[in-house]
């Protein structure tokens, strides 16, 4: 990878905030976008700006190619067995709760358990935690170990005969950890329960094999992955799909519409009902042209590099408490750390002054934060387009925010 070359087609990186040159620090958040994906959008709008599926006309016809080969795209992405696994939606959360009404709501029943992490994001707890109480089902947590890791041993503790779900994040944003979801999923499937992956985290990180993962549900969105907002996927074997039923109905998901009956349109549609998400899919289909160009397992590397100088780095600075696996092979390139008498979010405030963008509060992971004995903490995190002197600059510009506070202190 040449960073510098890559770093040449994200505009946004090429200005001053508060007087300095941009850090962004903060792609856990959102990614910036490549021009590539930039350009994708406006030439839609520009040039062939129509609805798909139903149009025949040039526009339309266009369109639904572009829409449509978005999916093929996204299909050889992650290694599905076919394109109709592949369902369009807002994000990650939005399939996650397609996944607990449309597969939950049919299967779980009271007394049956579904099995989540305490390093789950918000995305990934509330929709169980919905779907227990209308099923009267139990919600259960698998515990982490002291480097914030998962063991296959307290899974296996945790999943009994009666779990119907086992849903963990394939990354997690606070801790950098990467779980073992092959595994995790050979448990599920031992005891009869299926197994959801909220894959936020990894897709845009590293390669992601769904058939390899073996998991029967897998939720990310575009936007942690250089594509526009607003556009994410559902995976799902097709077997399961097939068993579902819509959540969302509309237009473009039916196939007949009678006075009190309709019948839904084959899949994946029947799940995308309305105008769908076009210029997000064709987004995200130019984002991961632009990824497997560069090729993930060289982003991967690179990140893992980067992990290991910020761990290095930030290590030397007094009073840092540095949450998640130490070893920079077991997690992705993120850093969420504590600073001594100094809150994060004022960190973040200091850090900003000097053009360096992190994030602070509890990372839409509160229960995480209960179980680590804090109320929030500040959060780096790197992708393709960082360098490891922009760290440098962040751990000089830590150690100057622990100075400034302990003198005004």
Known sequence: MNTKDIRSYFPILHQEVNGHPLVYLDSA????????????????????????????????????????????????FINAKAREEIVFTRGTTTSLNTVARGYGDLYVEAGDEIVISYM????????????????????????????????????????????KIVSIMHVSNVLGSIN????????????????????????????????DLDCDFFAFSGHKMGAPTGIGVLYGKQALLEKMEPVEFG????????????????????FEGGTPIIAGAIGL???????????????????????????????????????????PMKR??????TMDEVHPHDVA??????????????????????????????????????????IDQLTTALLKTKEYFSDVF
């Open 120 to 163: 789950e994001h918000h995305s990934n707890i509330i929709p169980w935690q919905q779907l227990a109480k209308r099923k009267g089902a139990t919600l259960k947590y698998v515990p982490l170990q002291q480097d914030g890791t998962i063991t296959v041993e307290d899974v296996q503790a945790t999943v009994t005969e009666n779990t």
């Open 285 to 327: 289909g130019a984002a991961i042209d632009f990824l497997q160009e560069i090729g993930l397992d060289a982003i991967e590397a690179h990140e893992h590099k980067l992990a290991a100088y910020a761990l290095e780095k930030m290590q030397t600075i007094p009073g840092m408490q540095i949450f998640g696996p130490m070893d």
């Open 332 to 337: 992705t390139g993120l850093v969420t750390f």
């Open 251 to 270: 237009g473009e998901m039916i196939d007949f519409v009678g006075l009190q009956e309709s019948t839904w349109k084959e899949l994946p549609w029947k």
């Open 180 to 211: 073992p979801i092959k595994e995790i999923s050979a448990i599920a499937h031992a005891h009869g329960a299926i197994m959801v992956v909220d894959g936020a985290q990894s897709s845009p990180h590293m390669k992601v094999d769904v058939q």
């Open 29 to 76: 958040a959102t990614s910036q976008k490549p021009i590539q994906v930039i350009e994708a959008l406006e030439k839609y709008y520009k040039e062939y700006n129509s609805n798909v599926h139903r149009g025949v006309h040039t526009l339309g016809t266009k369109a639904t190619d572009g829409y449509e080969g978005a999916r093929d795209k996204v299909q050889s």
């Open 349 to 390: 405030t200091v850090l900003d002054t000097q053009g360096i963008a992190v994030r602070a509060g509890h990372h839409c992971a509160q229960p995480l934060m209960k179980y680590l004995n804090v109320s929030s903490t500040a959060r780096a995190s790197f992708y393709l387009y960082n360098t490891e002197e922009e």
